[in-house]
């Protein structure tokens, strides 16, 4: 297949790479690391300032309208800068679900600020016992006089301490599994009754954990209708795997190129190990894997948006599937070429196996994904 990008797509991607060149060092991410909150403000209004926190938002609000291939690119180059601020989270996932809720009023009260990057909503549909299952909700949503009331909990919430506000998953009817009863709601992150849990992740990024005890809210706080919510999840999960291929991608090209420069100066018996035959075969074998998952990743954007969920389904599933065996490959390549200083946090290999590691279990892990591509080709 003939991948040309549009001369347009071209100079995105050329941009986001130079800004992540000139502003995003293996030092200035350090920094990051260290401080309290774990993400730059200042950087975030500079990706905003690029208009990359409105290339998935509507015209109409703002935004650019952009798709899945101009957010490949820009995640291919945020992916070998390592980056931190919650692009995934807040300007793909957010934009993607709101779009495919279909509620206008609310679409016109949030985009706007997403696009602008000054305000940062996050999807919260993960909890503890999901296990990558769309389905598994036992967040409760209890009428109550003119409102609701909810109880439980969601985990593992990328950039959730960071959020201004959650478009959050409950149950309002059925029990756990069932596909009917099902709804969002924007629930701000100052609501009494809402306890946000921040931490870190093993690779460095921001996640939280977020508890309801008696939670109060209106009617009105729903969003769209029960009977879309579970496919908008599905469809908003789609873009958000596709961006998420695109990523590890990114970071599996970086891997190869450091690692490439590590052999050219590392010397052994008077001569750079890149000489060594044996290092060669390992190096010309992470250079497929590369290819491979570049391929499949350029597969997924295409097909994320697929009508037939199907093939929706199947594509999405064989990208991570692939991508995933591409990255554990050249993430242990790597670290074993580096030597023992491989797993070292003052090397930045260490740092790009990390994050290709959690990503590998983001949204499902390859083995889930396996299972998922079986059933989607067997019709079951």
């Known amino acids: 297949m003939n991948f040309t990008f549009t001369n347009e797509q071209q100079l995105l991607a050329d941009t986001v790479q130079r800004f992540v060149r000139e502003t995003y060092s293996f030092e200035a991410r350090r920094e990051i690391l260290r ?3 774990g993400w730059s403000r200042e950087l975030w209004d500079g990706i905003a300032g690029l208009g990359l926190t409105a290339l998935n938002v509507p015209e109409e609000h703002g935004g650019l309208g952009g798709g899945p291939i101009e957010t490949m690119l820009v995640m291919n180059a945020l992916g070998a800068g390592l980056v931190l601020e919650p692009f995934l989270s807040a300007a793909v996932l957010c934009p993607t679900l709101l779009s495919k809720l279909g509620d206008a009023q ?9 696009a602008s990057g000054e305000r940062i909503v996050v999807m919260a549909h993960q909890e503890s016992a999901s296990r990558g299952l769309l389905d ?5 949503a209890e009428k109550s006089g003119d409102g609701y009331i909810l109880n439980g909990g969601k985990s593992v919430i990328a950039h959730g301490g960071i ?3 959650f478009l959050l998953t409950a ?3 059925g029990k756990p599994h069932d596909a009917a009863g099902v709804r969002v709601i924007r629930l701000p992150a100052d609501t009494p009754g809402l306890t946000v849990r921040s931490y870190r992740t093993f690779d460095g990024q921001s996640a939280a954990d977020l508890e309801l005890e008696r939670v109060q809210v209106s009617a009105s ?3 769209g209708s029960e009977s879309d919510v579970l496919d908008a999840i599905e469809a908003t999960r789609h873009v958000g795997l596709s961006a998420l291929c695109a990523e590890a991608v990114g970071i599996i090209k970086a891997v190869n190129a450091t690692t490439l420069e590590y052999t050219k100066n590392r010397k052994q018996f008077g001569q750079p190990i890149s000489r060594f035959q044996a290092l060669q075969h390992r190096m010309a074998d992470m250079f497929i894997h590369a290819e491979q998952a570049t391929s499949m990743s350029y597969l997924a954007a295409v097909k994320c948006q697929e009508s037939d969920i199907v093939a929706r389904r199947r594509a999405l599933s064989a990208a991570k599937v692939i991508i995933g065996q591409a990255a554990r490959f050249v993430g242990q390549q790597a670290v074993q070429l580096h030597g023992g200083m491989g797993m070292t946090d003052e090397m930045l290999v260490s740092h790009y ?3 290709l590691t959690a990503i590998d279990l983001t949204f499902g892990d390859t083995d889930y994904h396996l299972q998922e591509f079986i059933s989607a080709s067997s019709g079951s």
């Open 35 to 37: 401080s309290k909150e």
């Open 106 to 114: 609310l679409a016109a009260e949030l985009l706007p600020g997403i």
């Open 136 to 140: 598994s909700v036992s967040t409760r």
């Open 163 to 165: 959020a201004d506000e």
């Open 171 to 173: 149950r309002t009817s």
């Open 221 to 223: 706080s729903f969003v």
């Open 353 to 355: 196996f990390k994050r």
